[in-house]
């Protein structure tokens, strides 16, 4: 019984391929291929054909599809290995078929979260049924749950599907501990999930795990009903496994009805079934039933060679050393695992290690490149604090220079104003003789005399003005162009008057210059206020003109 409900797990999360591949056009395209990803593909959908009809070809077409996939796609080549566990599995290999699924988490485990993950803890799971381990079976169904539950979208159209696979395998396992009520509600629960999903292979799985426990139970009627859906199921999907499967449960069931014709029939038909697929595991337990039908039939002859035949099988599938291998390859995965672990926490600490020694190094170079900086720092404010120093110096130097240069200059210019002054003294006093003089000659002189006082007073005012300008210029630099472009209606008597006031010249020295009187003076310098548009009476005119 054990090995009924096993062989029908295995069949719906192994061997359920959706639409049926044609297995000559696979081939076909395989040989028309060039790229090795995409002929690898290929070999993996023929595998998966072949799983319903020929083991051991599925088998080697995975092995071919494994070497071209091989260090090139982790997670396709994780995929594979669970494929040939699977496939080993339906043979009866177990220990083989747990070296394979141990293989491919590995690989799982060190990728991000994918659905082959949960495939493999269920072909885990399955090895443990088989090895009678039903608590680390229910063990690995549930930690397939969790998985789903924590990274699966619930009500995606593949949860649902999965589910319902799920629920009818824990259902097996309390099958299985003979705990039929709480099997059956599996079974119902796994049956919503299915009929949602329109997945008919695990439901055909479920009416055949309800028929077996009907049988047992001894509800012929309800069983036979169950059977003959999932056998019908299975014709439609031409699942070669699934159509043994559902034969043999068939022979199960009218050999306890005690039609043994019948039962015959089935169980001969299942037999030839399991020789078709290569599965030992079916085999075996074909046998077992063909020798309990020839006993009742009372051809012992034939029970004993049915039951010869059996127990070669099953001494071949369940013995010590199997028994042993899975223990070893359960614990070889182990010793792995914690010795990739401790490698994995040995290069982190190295790492680490690596991570610390970078992190000082850069600290010291740090530390040394702003010592070094911070030094260039104060180098460079002792270079610009000894070159503002420098230039400061450099610059009292030259406004020294320029205020002497400047002085000796405007020195240059009182000098040459007071010659100025003191000659148009001079002239005016011989101005003053020569008219004395014009009152004791003869009238017929007069005309000459006036005509010299005339020709000095007009030669000494051209050139005491040009003398007067080229001085003033050289120390006011463009006093009077600023003058003229703000003011351009000043006449020539005007600027020079301006030129005077900046020179900070008294009105008795500027009508010296001028030979005016103060009264023209101030007169004339009234007029210069309102030119300069200077109507408040209170400003200078004097500062005014410094601040030009």
Known sequence: MKQLFFLLSVLFFHCATGIAQNINQ?????????????????????????????????????????????????????????????????????????????????????????????????????????????DKALYNFNLTEKLLQKHGDSNSAKAIKFKGKLFNNIGIIYASKKQYDLALEYFTRASTFSKKAKDYDNLSSLYANS?????????????????????????????LFGL???????????????????????????????????????????????????????????????????????????????HQKIIQAEMQYK????????KTEQKQNEYLLIALAIFLSLIIVIVMIMYRLQKSKVKIQQLAKESAELSNKEFILREHSLKQELELKSKELTTNIIYLIKKNELILEVSNRLNELKKQVKKEDHETIKKIIADLKNAQDENVWKEFEVRFNQVY??????????????????KRICGFLRLNMTSKEICALTRQSYNSLNVARARLRKKLNIHNEEVNLVNFLENL
Not at 39 to 49: R, W
Not at 84 to 105: E, R
Not at 213 to 233: C, V
Not at 247 to 252: A, E, P, T
């Open 335 to 342: 010793f792995d695992k914690a010795s990739h672990i401790a």
């Open 244 to 322: 043994c499967k559902a034969n043999h449960l068939l022979g199960i069931l009218y050999k306890e009805k005690r039609a043994l014709a019948k039962s015959e029939q089935y169980l001969l038909n299942s037999l030839q079934l399991s020789y078709e697929i290569n599965s030992l595991s079916s085999r075996e337990e074909i046998l077992k039933d063909l020798s309990k039908l020839m006993s009742l039939k009372g051809d012992f002859k034939q029970a004993y060679k049915y039951h010869v035949a059996f127990k070669s099988i099953s001494d071949s599938l369940f013995n010590k050393k199997n």
């Open 477 to 494: 630099n463009d006093f009077y162009d600023r003058l003229i472009s703000k003011y351009p209606d000043l006449t020539v008597n005007e």
């Open 211 to 239: 028929g077996l426990i009907y049988i047992y139970s001894k509800r012929y009627e309800l069983a036979e009903a169950a059977l003959i859906e999932s056998l019908q199921i299975r014709q439609k999907e031409k699942n």
């Open 26 to 134: 696979l081939k076909k395209q395989y040989q028309q291929l060039t790229d090795s990803q995409k002929k690898a593909d290929i070999l993996l959908n023929l595998g998966k054909a072949y799983e319903k009809k020929d083991l051991d070809s599925a088998i080697f077409y995975y092995k071919k599809s494994l070497q071209l996939t091989e260090n090139s796609n982790d997670t396709l080549e994780a995929s594979i290995y669970s494929r040939i566990g699977g496939a080993y599995l339906l043979k009866g290999n177990y220990d083989v078929c747990l070296d394979y699924q141990l293989k491919a988490l590995k690989i799982y485990e060190e990728k991000p979260f994918t659905e082959g993950k949960l495939k493999v803890y269920n072909g885990i799971a399955l090895v443990y049924f088989y090895q009678e381990q039903y």
